[in-house]
C-alpha cells in the first residue's frame, strides 16, 4: 500500500476507484466497502484508493468538540493496510479544505488528481462546502465528468447495523465483546510503558504502567479487564486496571496491567494490549489486603475465562 499524506502528494498513472471517509474503527462496515473497491479495481484493472482525513472534520469544523476516536492514525493505517487497498491519501483537513464546492472537490481532486473511474460511497455520504452536495449531486457529476458512482444501499449497511458512535458507546460502557463484534477484531490499546508507584509489586501483583501518546484516543470506561498481549513473540495474558486507584486515594486516570506469568523487564518498551473482557468496575477498597484479596479472586475469574477461549 502506498501511503500519501495529502492530495498534491497523490500520483497514478492508472485509473482508479475510490471510496471516501474518516473510517473511524475500520469497523466491519468500513471493511464491505474497501472490499468493493478492491473488487472493482482487479475486475477493471485499475488502483484501488481510499482517501481519508486527518485531523478528523468534526474536530474543525467543530472548534471546542472533544472527539474521541477508534484508532490513532498509525492503527488506522495498519487496519486499511491489511485490507489489501493499493493507495492510502490522508488529506491534513482544515477550513480551507472544507470551503471547497461540491464541484470544485469533483473535478480539482476526484477528476484531476485521483483519474476517478469509479467512486463508491455510502447511501449517505454528504460533500463540498458545508456539506450541501448529495449522493444525487455525485451521480450528476459523474455524469458530466465521466466515472460511475455505485451506492452502498441503507439495507447493506444496515444488515451489519454498524456504526462508529455505537463502537463508541459500547466502549464508554465497557461492552468489550460487542464493540469487537462491530470491529471484527479486538478493540486495543498502544503506549509506552513507564514505572509507576510500584503498588502492585509489593502486594504480589507486578503491574506495567502505560501511557498513550494520542490524547484523542478512546479510552474505555474505567474497571478491571482481561486482556492480551505479544511480548516477544509470545502471546501473554493478564488484568488490566482503568481507573483512578481509589483504594490509595488517586485522582489521575492511569492504565495498568498485570501479566501472567510473565517476569521480564517492559520498560521504555512500546506495547499493544487488546481488550478482551471487563471482569467489574474499579472500586475503592477499606484496606490494601482487601484490594489484594479482591485481586486473587479477579485473577481466577481471568484465568478461567482464558482457558475457555
Not at 471517509?21 to 472490499?35: M, N, R, S, W, Y
Not at 468538540?65 to 491534513?92: R, S
Not at 474505555?220 to 486482556?227: D, R, S
Request: glycine share 8%; net charge neutral.
Amino acid at each position: 500500500m502506498k501511503i500519501y499524506q495529502s492530495i498534491s502528494d497523490f500520483f497514478c498513472n492508472r485509473k482508479t476507484i475510490i471510496t471516501i471517509g474518516t473510517f473511524d474503527g475500520v469497523h466491519l462496515g468500513h471493511q464491505k466497502i474497501v472490499a468493493q473497491i478492491t473488487k472493482n479495481a482487479h475486475a477493471l484493472n485499475c488502483d484501488s484508493l481510499v482517501l481519508t482525513f486527518f485531523p478528523h472534520p468534526r474536530m474543525v469544523l467543530q472548534e471546542g468538540t472533544e472527539m474521541k476516536q477508534l484508532n490513532t492514525l498509525n492503527e488506522k493505517i495498519a487496519l486499511l493496510d491489511n485490507l489489501g487497498i493499493d493507495n492510502l491519501v490522508i488529506h491534513p483537513f482544515d477550513k480551507e479544505f472544507s470551503r471547497l464546492t461540491a464541484e470544485e472537490f469533483v473535478k480539482k481532486v476526484l477528476v484531476d488528481v485521483f483519474k476517478i473511474k469509479k467512486i463508491i460511497i455510502g447511501h449517505d455520504h454528504r460533500f463540498g462546502r458545508n456539506r450541501t452536495a448529495t449522493i444525487d449531486d455525485l451521480i450528476n457529476f459523474g455524469e458530466t465528468y465521466g466515472f460511475e458512482v455505485e451506492q452502498i444501499s441503507a439495507e447493506e449497511i444496515n444488515e451489519v447495523s454498524i456504526s462508529s458512535t455505537k463502537i463508541r458507546n459500547a466502549l464508554l460502557e465497557g461492552n468489550i465483546e460487542l464493540a469487537a463484534n462491530y470491529l471484527g477484531y479486538d478493540y486495543s490499546l498502544t503506549g509506552i510503558i513507564f514505572k509507576g508507584k510500584q503498588l502492585g509489586r509489593t502486594i504480589g501483583y507486578p503491574t506495567a504502567n502505560i501511557t498513550i501518546e494520542e490524547d484523542y484516543k478512546l479510552i474505555p470506561n474505567n474497571g478491571v479487564y482481561i486482556a492480551k498481549s505479544v511480548l516477544n513473540g509470545k502471546t501473554v495474558f493478564g488484568m488490566m486496571n482503568i481507573g483512578t486507584q481509589p483504594t490509595v486515594d488517586g485522582t489521575k486516570q492511569t492504565i495498568e496491567i498485570n501479566f501472567f506469568d510473565f517476569k521480564q523487564d517492559l520498560y521504555g518498551q512500546k506495547i499493544t494490549i487488546s481488550l478482551l473482557h471487563r471482569m467489574r468496575s474499579e472500586q475503592k477498597f477499606e484496606s490494601i489486603d482487601a484490594l489484594k484479596n479482591q485481586l486473587g479472586i479477579d485473577k481466577k475469574t481471568a484465568l478461567a475465562f482464558i482457558e475457555n477461549l
